[in-house]
């Protein structure tokens, strides 16, 4: 009880020191990151500031996937760790700082983020937090000097996204997205197959991902449009980043869209996506419904994830036999952190930079867009 008196207390005295306008000027760290929409990777735009043993990683949103998934993985990477956290319920702060070992100078608001400017043990922003949230913590994060690495979907626009970008690179952090799948041994297994074309030039593309829950309930952020809920925005993400890796293309178009929207937010959305070679992709995501698939047809063949991106383990195979697994062990997220560290460590280009996040974007905009005009929608 002591303990949540006293986070309180702290939790209060930020908030006021905040208020009063007493917010540090914030210390310039790492690289920009710039890139090509549909590379993924990026060269750093400038060579990163020197770093010695592991990143120190403050989680900003402490919901249920930083809790059930980031901050248990971080405890197993090898390159960064947790050390600091950044919320707007105080009531949160004792357990976390118990179970693991934060630092009061770590602890921070939503109101006094600007004060990690000042402080060494904190090296990146991790924002977790509902979509529509994103573009204001991840710039407030850059322009305190912090790298930042941002959950998918990246933000709500692709003017959001590009504030994002914009802020990053003025003030030379570097910036990843957190496409997990695209740091999964099996994943990287099938990336390659479609790079080299092993089963000769593609003829088509399927994209699906769903799972079986209940309509989201309206007084929760994932039932609200405005907040970046429904199927699209939190299970679409997937289907349409998956189509740009298993392609090694970006779509021009979106053929045509429909949307299932018994509340205002989607529960189902399917989509058809046309390349610049007249090929076409379906996509099919949904919050009602369990699917979990991504196969890309080539003349010769096919190769295809199955399921694509559960926590539990991907797995794929081939037309010809070839099995893309099994299931790799351990977390997906520590590998994903760990390669976002060694990029900042080493100046190196991330997987998932900005520029990808902001292209995917634009794909669920024009989804959207063709879902509700009934029209072609050029992306």
Known sequence: MQDLKNSRRKFLRQSAVAATGLILAPTIIGCGNKSGASSTATAPAAPPAKKTGKLGIAILGLGGYAKGQIAPSLQFTKHCELRGIITGSPEKIPAWQEEYGIKDENVYTYDTLETIADN??????????????????????????????CEKPMAMTPEDCQSIIDACTKNNVRLSIGYRMLHEPNTQKFIALSKEKAFGDF??????????????????????????????????????????????????????AMQDRPTEVDVTTE????????????????????????????????????????????????????????????????LQMDDDA????????????????????????AIIES????????I
Not at 346 to 361: F, W
């Open 120 to 149: 060494p043990d904190i090296d990146v922003v991790y924002v977790i937090t509902p979509t529509a949230t994103h573009k204001d913590f991840a710039v407030r994060a850059a322009n305190a000097g912090k790298h930042v690495w």
């Open 203 to 256: 003829t088509s593309a399927t994209s699906y991902a769903g799972y079986a829950g209940q309509d989201p309930a309206t007084d929760y952020w994932r039932g609200q449009r405005k907040m970046g809920g429904g199927a699209l925005y939190d299970m679409g993400v997937y289907t349409v980043n998956g189509l740009r890796y298993g392609t090694q293309m970006a779509p021009v178009a979106v053929v045509k």
């Open 271 to 334: 989509y058809t996506l046309e390349y610049a070679n007249g090929m076409t992709a379906t996509g099919k995501t949904s919050v009602v419904t369990e699917y979990n698939l991504l196969r890309i047809e080539g003349q010769n063949g096919w190769h295809q994830m199955e399921p694509m991106q559960p926590y539990g383990g991907v797995k794929g195979m081939t037309s010809d036999g070839t099995v893309l697994g099994p299931p790799i062990d351990g977390k997906q997220q520590t």
């Open 342 to 365: 060694l990029a900042i460590m080493n100046g190196t280009p991330v997987l998932a930079p900005g520029e990808m996040g902001m292209a995917d974007i634009r794909v669920i905009r």
């Open 371 to 378: 879902a509700e005009t009934g029209k072609k929608v050029m």
